[in-house]
C-alpha cells in the first residue's frame, strides 16, 4: 500500500492542485457580481422629487438639457452622451457646504484626469448672480480643468426643473415659485444617463465609496 501512495504521490498532488483551481474559478463563476442600483423617482425621498414624477417606477433617465459653461461654449445633453458623470448643484457666492462640495469635485476631477470617460457637471441654482463670466472667474480659482468639468449657468427653470425632475436631488421651495433648495447631492449618473447613486458631496467617506463606485461602472461599461 505504502508503495502505491509513493508511486503516485506526484499524480495525487497534481489533481490536489487542479481540484483546487477547478473549485476556486467555480467559485468565481458562480459568485455574483457586485452590480450598482439604477434609481427610479418612487425610490427616493419624495422631498427631491418633483410631484409628477413621485409615482414612477421605471425607465427614468437624466432629461435632455442645453446650458452655457464657463467659457460660454452650450453644453448639452450630447456633450454627456456615453459618458459616465457627477452631477450636482451649487452657487458661487455659497459660503456654507459649497467650498467642501467644490473641493471634493476637484478631487474627482484628480482621480480621473486621464480618463475621457469620467466627467463632471456643476449647475448654479442663481444664474441671475452666476454669469459666464463668474463662472469663469470662479472656475480659474479653484482650478477647474476645463475638459472634464463643466460649470453652467442658463435659464432658471430649466436648471430648477433638471434638479427636481432629472437628478432627484434638490428640495421645493415652498416661499417661492422659481426657487428651490439646493443640497449637497452628487448624483452619479451612468453611459445610458440612468441614476446609479447618491453621494453626501461634504462627507470624505462618501467620496472615497464615490470614486469605488465610478470603477465599478467603467467596469459594467
Not at 6 to 25: G, N, Q
Not at 149 to 160: A, F, H
Not at 167 to 187: G, M, Q, R, W
Amino acid at each position: 500500500m505504502l508503495r502505491f501512495f509513493e508511486k503516485y504521490k506526484f499524480l495525487a498532488i497534481v489533481l490536489m492542485v487542479l481540484s483546487i483551481i477547478i473549485i476556486s474559478l467555480i467559485y468565481q463563476i458562480l459568485k455574483p457580481t457586485a452590480v450598482l442600483p439604477v434609481f427610479q423617482p418612487a425610490q427616493v425621498n419624495a422631498e427631491m422629487v418633483d410631484s409628477t414624477l413621485q409615482h414612477v417606477k421605471k425607465y427614468h433617465t437624466v432629461g435632455d438639457f442645453s446650458l452655457l459653461n464657463q467659457n460660454g461654449k452650450e453644453i448639452t445633453s450630447k456633450d454627456y452622451e456615453g459618458k459616465i458623470y457627477v452631477a450636482d448643484f451649487f452657487f458661487t457666492t455659497c459660503q456654507t457646504i459649497c467650498p467642501i462640495m467644490t473641493d471634493h469635485m476637484l478631487q474627482i476631477q484628480e482621480a480621473f484626469k486621464n480618463d475621457t470617460a469620467v466627467l463632471l457637471l456643476s449647475h448654479t441654482v442663481t444664474p441671475e448672480i452666476d454669469s459666464v463670466a463668474q463662472l469663469k472667474k470662479y472656475a480659474l480659482e479653484k482650478g477647474v480643468d476645463d475638459k472634464k468639468w463643466n460649470l453652467v449657468t442658463g435659464d432658471k427653470k430649466e436648471i430648477y426643473d433638471l434638479a427636481r425632475k432629472s437628478y432627484l436631488a434638490a428640495k421645493d421651495n415652498p416661499f417661492s415659485e422659481n426657487d428651490l433648495i439646493h443640497t449637497e447631492n452628487f448624483v452619479l449618473v451612468d453611459a445610458k444617463k440612468r441614476i446609479r447613486g447618491f453621494y453626501d458631496g461634504t462627507s470624505p467617506e462618501d467620496i472615497t465609496k464615490l470614486l469605488e463606485d465610478i470603477q465599478m461602472l467603467k467596469a459594467e461599461h
